[in-house]
């Protein structure tokens, strides 16, 4: 037995579901470049997760993973089949806003929840240079006129990830973005489980021992081939997790192994798991825990 009683998954809130992993860029701290899953999610393992929501205290669902979401097959028609089954669910989205064409951005203020804007650069070379395949201008005007349509309707991010070529620039960022969108989060590159290797001076700083809350009970991840994920920083299909075809999210997320890996953090073992020794998400006076990184977390404001 043990503190959550073999039963995690009355705790999960989340769901995170990655739809597809195809994308238009190739961003310089992004993996999703390496993968080779399933381009798009199928249908099957879509609806069976969607059904299986019903029997959860899921209240939010965030459909993407690594890849751009707007490049998700019949996309629209999809979050309205999910508004359809589950309407009290909210539905949060991240996106490159490269394909942000008004009519898409007119769909998705009638259909989601919040919307986080990947946006690193601070002009047209520093984004150019990070996010490779993707023009500054266009995606620009295309989060602009989504924020002239919006008019408050849904909840707003700006997503900076934080690394050399930007870091001197945090400030004029912030307040270039800071009175356009509700919320604008500034958050160090992870070296994605060590793939980036030392790519950024502060990737040589490793995990702390403590346990990664949201991940163990907060949040369940399924890749684009149903298999469940440990953790959203895992570009890798987790193996040994099981698939959404084979077993209720519920088994999953309660199963013996990933309460093994539960026992692991919670006890201070977590480096004995060689992706979560390699992480670096939460390294001390880093991420989330140096203020000056982190402008505003979530979506309060
Ligand atoms: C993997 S992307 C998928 C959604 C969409 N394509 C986009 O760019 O927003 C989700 C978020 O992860 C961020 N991201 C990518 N690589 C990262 C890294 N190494 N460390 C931290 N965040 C990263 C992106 O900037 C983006 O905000
Ligand atoms: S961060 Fe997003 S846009 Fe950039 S390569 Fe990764 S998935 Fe594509």
């Not at 500034?186 to 790519?199: F, G």
Request: net charge positive.
């Amino acid at each position: 037995m043990n503190l959550w009683n073999n039963n995690a998954f009355q705790y999960v809130k989340h769901l995170q579901m990655e739809l597809t992993t195809e994308c238009n860029g190739h961003c310089i701290m992004c993996t999703q470049d390496t993968l080779n899953r399933t381009k798009h999610m199928s249908d099957k393992n879509f609806a069976k997760i969607i059904e299986e929501v019903k029997d959860s205290n899921i209240d939010t669902i965030f459909p993407y993973g690594f890849g751009e979401p707007l490049m998700t097959e019949n996309f629209i028609r999809k979050l309205k089949y999910i508004k359809h089954e589950l309407p009290h669910i909210k539905i949060i989205l991240s996106t490159n806003a490269s394909l942000l064409t008004t009519n898409m951005s007119k769909k998705l203020i009638s259909l989601i929840d919040g919307i986080s804007f990947s946006m690193d650069g601070y002009d047209q070379k520093s984004y150019e240079h990070i996010r490779l395949g993707l023009r500054y201008k266009h995606v620009t005007k295309n989060i602009l006129n989504f924020l002239k349509l919006n008019k408050n309707t849904i909840e707003t991010k700006i997503y900076i990830t934080v690394q050399s070529i930007n870091r001197h620039k945090l400030t004029d960022m912030l307040n270039y973005w800071r009175n356009k969108v509700d919320v604008v989060t500034t958050m160090d590159t992870d070296s994605r489980c060590d793939s980036l290797k030392d790519k950024e001076p502060h990737f040589r700083n490793r995990a702390t021992r403590y346990p990664c809350f949201y991940t163990l009970f907060g949040k369940i991840i399924f890749d684009s081939d149903g298999n469940l994920k440990l953790c959203d920083q895992h570009y890798e299909t987790d193996k040994g997790l099981g698939n959404i075809q084979t077993n209720t999210m519920k088994e999953l997320y309660n199963s013996k192994i990933f309460n093994k890996l539960r026992e692991l953090h919670m006890t201070g073992r977590k480096p004995n798991i060689k992706k979560c020794r390699e992480c670096t998400t939460f390294y001390k006076n880093g991420g989330f825990d140096n203020p000056e990184f982190v402008y505003s977390y979530g979506w309060e404001k």
